[in-house]
């Protein structure tokens, strides 16, 4: 069965849902939009390291991910803006990335399938490293579950609780990290963020709970992979850009909904 190529995308892009979906409602809700472009762009320079070095795509990616967003989270509050250390530091990541190919001798590499996705090109060695990345940060979502809910409500309330924000800070990045170092082969380092955000805040519209909120975020994601890919199929569109023009036709079909009932 996983020698049909769609099927392996199905699968590739189902696995990406399950993980980027629940984590980007924690980013919806902590308006972090812009550091999981951040950590994304960043994640192209892990690409052209592990090339170079004779890495795994996947380590590489991971490792330069979360350098990067260790990076942001222990330079905020040093008297630069979140905004602004975020875009310096994604748009310089990404242009190095972009640069540093060109200087890695007798390597040739499609950047538009980094960038943008080629999630029909997933084999089945990539299916277990998603899978495996998604059940990570699955199991650390529902481990810190609370935790993470009561410091993203309010931090004096999560110290008051004995608990630490900023270790729950840090189970965010590495979960982020994660999710961008197994979706870029998928959706690509610039459509990282819409998997990320959409399918949460298109679920944000139907939900009247946090765990409700996810749960659903998870199914609003698998069902734009699975819509993107069949719309690719039939249009001969390119899939990554489909998978988030299905989620972004979602998110309006949900505001639709939530409008009426407050009619």
């Known amino acids: 069965m996983l020698d049909d190529f769609l099927i392996r995308a199905a ?17 919806v809700w902590r308006r972090m939009a812009y550091f999981g472009d951040a950590t994304a762009h960043a994640a192209i320079l892990g690409v ?14 991971l490792a330069v991910a979360l350098a990067m967003a260790l990076t942001v989270s222990s330079l905020s509050g040093r008297g630069y803006g979140m905004d602004t250390l975020l875009g310096v530091l994604a748009h310089a990541s990404l242009a190095f990335g972009l640069v540093a190919v060109t200087f890695v001798p007798g390597v040739r590499i499609d950047l538009s399938a980094y960038l943008f996705g080629d999630i029909l090109a997933v084999s089945r060695m ?20 609370q935790p993470l809910l009561l410091s993203t409500l309010s931090e004096d ?9 900023r270790r729950e800070q840090l189970v965010l990045t590495l979960a982020l990290a994660i999710v961008v170092a197994v979706a870029i082969k998928v959706v690509g380092a610039l459509l990282i963020g ?10 944000r519209a139907l939900s009247t709970t946090p765990e409700r909120m996810a749960v659903l975020a998870a ?7 699975l819509g993107g890919l069949q719309g690719a199929f039939l249009l001969d569109t390119p899939a990554g850009p489909s998978m988030v023009c299905v989620a972004a036709l979602i ?3 949900t505001t639709v ?3 009426i009932r407050r009619a």
Do not use: E, K
């Open 11 to 27: 699968l590739a892009g189902v696995g990406v849902a399950l993980a980027a979906a629940p984590l980007g409602c924690f980013v």
């Open 251 to 253: 998110f309006a079909l």
């Open 126 to 145: 990539d299916l277990l490293v998603i899978w495996g990345g998604a059940a990570i940060v699955l199991a650390l979502l529902r481990a810190r579950w």
């Open 219 to 225: 199914g609003l994601g698998g069902l734009a992979a």
């Open 48 to 61: 052209v390291l592990s090339l170079a070095l004779s890495l795994s795509v996947f380590a590489g990616a």
């Open 157 to 165: 309330l999560a110290w008051s609780a004995g608990i630490d924000p």
């Open 257 to 259: 909904v939530r409008s």
């Open 194 to 203: 819409a998997m990320l955000i959409i399918p949460a805040a298109a679920a």
